[in-house]
DNA sequence: ATGGTTGAAAGTCAA
C-alpha cells in the first residue's frame, strides 16, 4: 500500500500536478493540505477516469482544507475540530485495508515565536496539545499520521540549524510540542528513522531566487506510523524533483510505501 | 537588517 502526503497549496489551481502524481507514483492513497477551496469545488471528477473513485475533504473557502483522493474504499470519515476551531485542518478516514489515516494541516504561527504578543503562535502550541489529548484516549494501532505539520524537529531538518532556532517551524518550544504529541502514539517517524544522518527537506519557500542552488529548505511534511506498522513500511522517501515542475506548490510530495 | 514570492480574492491576509 502506498501513501502520499502533499501540501498543494491550492487543489484546483494544482490539479493536473495532482494528476501527474497519480499516474507517476500510482499511491492507493493522496493525502492533501492547503486546498484552500470549499469542499464543493474540489475538482475531484478530475481524478475518476485515472482510477480514483472515492474522496473525503474537508474544505474552507481561500484558507486551509485538506482531502483524500483514493482508489480504495475509505470508511469511518472524521472531520475534527481542536479548540473549538472552525479551520479546517484534520480528516480521518479508515482504510478497506485497515489502515486509520490522520491527515494534518496544523498552524503555520505567524512570524514571531511568542506566544503572548502572537495569537498565531499560540495558538499552533496550543493545537499541538489538543491533538496530544485527542489521542491520548484512543487505543492507537494501525495508524498513520501524516500531512503539513509545519514543524522541522531536527537539526537535520532545516538548512542551518542555527540560523533557524529562533524562526518559527523550529524553534525549541515548538519542537517540545511535537515530540510530546508523538509520544502519544507513540508515533515512528519513518522518514528520518530510515535516514538518520541526512539532510531532508520538503519544502523551499517561493521567495528564493533559485531554491535548487540555495537549497534553504526545511522538512515540514511528516509520515508518523504506530510501532506495530514499522517493519512493514518498506521504503519511505520525498519526490524533490516536483518542486521544480512548472508552476509548482512549495511543498513537495513525501511516499511511504507498506507491505500488508 | 531587509525583502524577497505565491494563492485566493478583490482589499488584503496568510504562508
Given at each position: 500500500m502506498k501513501i502520499i502526503t502533499w501540501n498543494i497549496n491550492s487543489i484546483r489551481l494544482r490539479s493536473s500536478l495532482i494528476s501527474k502524481i497519480l499516474e507517476e507514483e500510482e499511491p492507493d492513497i493522496l493525502c492533501l493540505q492547503?486546498?484552500?477551496?470549499p469542499s464543493e469545488d474540489m475538482p475531484f471528477g478530475v481524478f475518476e477516469p485515472l482510477g480514483y473513485k472515492f474522496f473525503a475533504c474537508w474544505g474552507q473557502k481561500s484558507y486551509n482544507g485538506v482531502a483524500f483522493i483514493s482508489r480504495i474504499p475509505l470508511e469511518n470519515i472524521e472531520k475534527r475540530k481542536f479548540l473549538g476551531s472552525e479551520q479546517a485542518r484534520h480528516i480521518s478516514a479508515i482504510t478497506s485495508t485497515g489502515l486509520t489515516i490522520h491527515n494534518f494541516y496544523f498552524p503555520a504561527g505567524g512570524d514571531i515565536p511568542d506566544r503572548n504578543s502572537n495569537e498565531k503562535f499560540a495558538f499552533k502550541l496550543d493545537y499541538i496539545k489538543a491533538v496530544e489529548e485527542y489521542f491520548s484516549v484512543l487505543d492507537l494501532s494501525k495508524s498513520i499520521l501524516v500531512g503539513d505539520?509545519?514543524?522541522?524537529?531536527?537539526?537535520?531538518?532545516?538548512?542551518d540549524h542555527k540560523k533557524l532556532l529562533?524562526?518559527?517551524?523550529?524553534t525549541p518550544i515548538e519542537v517540545d510540542h511535537l515530540r510530546s504529541l508523538a509520544k502519544?502514539?507513540?508515533?515512528?517517524d519513518v522518514l528520518r528513522k530510515k535516514y538518520p544522518d541526512e539532510k531532508l527537506f520538503s519544502w523551499w519557500s517561493y521567495r528564493a531566487k533559485d531554491w535548487l542552488v540555495s537549497n534553504k529548505g526545511r522538512r515540514l511534511d511528516h509520515i508518523w506510523l504506530t510501532e506495530d506498522l514499522l517493519d512493514k513500511c518498506k521504503s519511505c522517501y520525498i519526490l524533490k524533483e516536483v518542486r521544480g515542475w512548472s508552476s509548482p506548490s512549495d511543498h513537495v510530495p513525501v511516499v511511504a510505501e507498506l507491505v500488508l
Open positions: 492547503e486546498c484552500k477551496s505539520l509545519n514543524i522541522a524537529p531536527e537539526e537535520q531538518d532545516v538548512w529562533k524562526v518559527v517551524s523550529h502519544s502514539g507513540p508515533w515512528i
